[in-house]
C-alpha cells in the first residue's frame, strides 16, 4: 500500500491561501505570513501581502484594523498598515481580554444589523397598510345638493366646500331675469387646476331653502351647457353643514336668519342691488 504523497506549498501559495485558524491570535496569524513573505523570491509586492492577510483574518479582526486606520485598512499606505497591525499585535499580548472586547463588538454590530432589519420590516409593513387600496374600491358618485328657490324658479343646488364663494351659471341668470351685476370677483380654480374668472357678481339675490330666505351675493361664471348653482364653503359653514361622502348624507345644525350673509366677493363698486322678494318654500327638502 503506498502511502499518501504529502504536497508542499510554495512561500506565494502560502500566502495567496492564507487563512487564519479559529483559535490562532492575531500575533501567530501575521507572524506565520510575514515569515511566508519574507522567503518570496522575487519578493511579493507588499500590497498583495496585506490584501491577502486582511481577507483571510477573523471578521472580528477586519473590524479592529479598520477602526484602528479609521477607515478602509486597505485604502492605507504600507507605513499605516504596519502601525495598525503593530499596534494590534502588541495588544494581543493580554489575548484573552483583547479576543474577548473583539467577540463584544462583533455581537454588538450583529444586533445592531439585526435589529436594522427588524425596523425595515416593520416600516415596509406600515407603509404598506398607509398605501394599501382596496382592488374593488369605487369611488361615490353621490353629490351633495339641496333644493333652492330663487324668483318663483326651483334648482337643485351643489354643496361644494371647495369654492369659496357661490356660483351662478350665466345661463341661469339670464333666465332669472335678475338685475345687472357689477364687474369683479376673484379666480375659481378648477378641478383640472385651470382658472376661469367670473363674468362679475350679482349681489342680494333672495335665496330661500330649508324654509329660510337669505340674502346672498353669486359670482355669475360661463359655464358648457346649463350648468348647475353652487353654494360654497362660506355659506356652508354659516348653515352648519356636515358633509359625509362616504355615507352619503348632508346635514345641516342650525337654520339661516333673514339677512345677507358673509363673506363678499370683491367688486370694483360696493353699490347693493335688491333683487326681489321674500320667497315662501318650506317644503324644500335636502337630497
Known sequence: MS???LVTLSHEELIFTFKQGDEESFKDAWSRIFDSYGKTKPKMTLSLLLSN???GLILRYRYALDAVV???FLHCNGDQAFNAIKKLVASSSSANKFDSSLASIHDRLNTLETNISCLKEGYNQIREY???VPVN???SMWVPTIKVAICDETFHARCDIMSEFCLMPESIYESLKLWGFTEGGEGITLADNSVIFPKGIVEGVFTTFL???VSTDYLVIECVGTGQITLGRSLLKLLGATIDVGKGTLNFTSSPR???LFPKPKSK???RKVLGNQINASSLDVT
Request: hydrophobic content about 15%; glycine content about 20%; some cysteine.
Open 3 to 5: 502511502s499518501p504523497v
Open 53 to 55: 492577510f486582511y481577507f
Open 70 to 72: 479609521g477607515g478602509d
Open 130 to 132: 398607509y398605501d394599501y
Open 137 to 139: 374600491f369605487e369611488p
Open 211 to 213: 324654509g329660510r330666505t
Open 258 to 260: 333673514c339677512g345677507h
Open 269 to 271: 363698486r360696493g353699490r
